[in-house]
């Protein structure tokens, strides 16, 4: 593993791996959900989209005639959010109306997707993002003997982006989040639960935002965001793959050392208080009822994070786990059970159970159920043969993550991003094995505790029980 630094602060890690002629290429800005405020919610999300629009010379016809349209655009929706504030219904569809009418006036200038188009034709394959609390991360797999172009076009739009198609691409947002949390019942019961258990730090927030707003951002508050915390400085990039890594390093210095500097995202100062009780939330839905419980637990990386990876899996890794088999197989009083760590990795985090019941059982009685096998491990601990299988069960799914490319760029960046140290990617599986039955008792009786967790149900609304 070779790793870059340039002067102007942008990190590259960069590996060469024997086998077919491709390069998985990952750039993660270390910038998510928790770096925003209210009133910008949904912010770094919008802009993981806005990013595949384009620069000044891809994805327009006539760049000069283009941006003389969006000033126009962007007053419109000035005045729209103040016809809106004040209640002026018919202003507000005028106005409407008119960012329509500009929007497809520029649309004569854009060559919609050209940046997906060029790739493509390239032979990229898996070109995507993905938005998180704590960073936002583009990735592409290309042809060995493509791997200059993926450094020029990633220069130019960190250079030269233009959010064209902004309006619509916001409704596209707005209509992803109507999907995922205001019409689905799993994504409002994950929602309510943050909100619940986080009340001061942004790990409560949704990252892709709140709906009001979403339906006020404008263009210029895009714009602002990206040149405040896009830099390369706050930006980690992942090659891996059959290369050259002098020749990678060399495109590396030649597109990215004249990129300027952005701020730094500020730090997170918000501090999550001690829970000083349990927290109960319920959620009224015509829909199957739903458990979360979820409890304060150190970030990933704390020296415990090990033993609460081995705890989750003891509860519900697999058939054999503790939860799966009393919930499903003996008591048959839920259809499903599963575990996690979240919402992000960088600050305090939850450890999360979630169950669904199955009927005529209630989401009471399977709370019970999680009480009491928590109380057996806590009193009794974990067996050996326990212990040793959710290790080479996590230690499994750890090696598989790095099989591919891709998969092994995300996990290097994502070593950097949290430790600075690519290395630790490699030494997660000996951290594994050093966790002892004792640990996992220690944390358990640490964390699992009524006062340290938040419940959130879901139960079906009156009129359809």
Do not use: C
Not at 350 to 364: D, E, G, K, N, V
Request: hydrophobic fraction near 40%; charge should be negative; aromatic fraction near 8%.
């Amino acid at each position: 593993v070779q790793q870059v630094t340039l002067d102007n602060g942008m990190r590259l890690v960069i590996l060469r791996r024997p086998g077919p002629p491709t390069i998985s290429f990952t750039v993660q800005f270390n910038v998510g959900g928790v770096n925003e405020r209210l009133g910008t919610t949904g912010i770094a999300h919008l802009l993981e989209h806005m990013l595949f629009k384009g620069t000044t010379s891809v994805g327009t016809r006539n760049i000069e005639a283009e941006l003389e349209l969006y000033p126009w655009m962007d007053s419109a929706h000035d005045s729209l959010a103040e016809a809106r504030a004040r209640g002026d219904s018919v202003r507000a569809v005028e106005l409407s109306e008119r960012i329509v009418q500009l929007e497809d006036s520029a649309a004569v200038f854009i060559e919609s997707n050209e940046f997906d188009h060029i790739l493509t034709r390239a032979g990229a394959r898996g070109l995507n993002a993905t938005t998180t609390n704590e960073s936002t991360v583009y990735f592409v797999d290309l042809p060995s003997n493509r791997a200059e172009l993926w450094f020029a076009l990633e220069a130019d739009r960190m250079l030269n982006p233009v959010f064209r198609e902004f309006y619509a691409e916001r409704d596209v947002v707005a209509e992803e989040r109507r999907m995922r949390v205001e019409m689905n019942p799993a994504g409002a019961l994950a929602e309510a639960h943050l909100a619940s258990a986080f009340r001061m730090h942004p790990y409560g927030v949704p990252v892709v935002g709140y709906m009001a707003d979403l339906q006020v951002m404008s263009r210029q508050d895009v714009e602002r965001y990206y040149r405040l915390y896009y830099g390369p400085n706050n930006a980690i990039v992942g090659i891996v793959g059959d290369l050259d890594p002098d020749q990678i390093e060399a495109w590396a210095r030649e597109y990215f050392a004249a990129i300027p500097n952005a701020e730094l995202p500020p730090v997170v100062t918000a501090v999550e208080p001690s829970q000083r009780g349990e927290r109960r939330t319920e959620l009224e839905w015509d829909a199957q009822p739903q458990l979360q419980i979820g409890w304060h637990v150190p970030a990933g990386t704390d020296p415990d994070a090990p033993s609460l990876a081995i705890l989750s899996s003891l509860l519900t890794g697999g058939r054999t786990s503790r939860l799966y088999r009393r919930l499903v197989l003996e008591s048959r009083a839920a259809t499903a059970v599963f575990s996690s760590l979240g919402p992000g990795m960088q600050y305090p985090q939850l450890l999360q159970i979630s169950a669904t019941p199955r009927a005529p059982h209630t989401t009471m009685q399977v709370e019970e159920l999680i009480y009491e096998e928590l109380e057996l491990l806590i009193q009794e601990g974990p067996t050996d043969s326990e212990m040793e299988r959710v290790r080479n069960q996590i230690s499994a799914g750890s090696v598989r993550r790095i099989q591919s490319n891709i998969g092994l760029a995300f996990q290097l960046v994502e070593s950097v991003a949290l430790f600075n140290d690519w290395r630790e990617t490699f030494r997660y599986s000996d951290k594994l094995r050093a966790v002892t039955a004792d640990d996992v008792m220690r944390i358990a009786r640490t964390y699992l505790t009524r006062s340290n967790r938040t419940v959130t149900t879901l139960v079906k609304t009156e009129n359809s029980r």
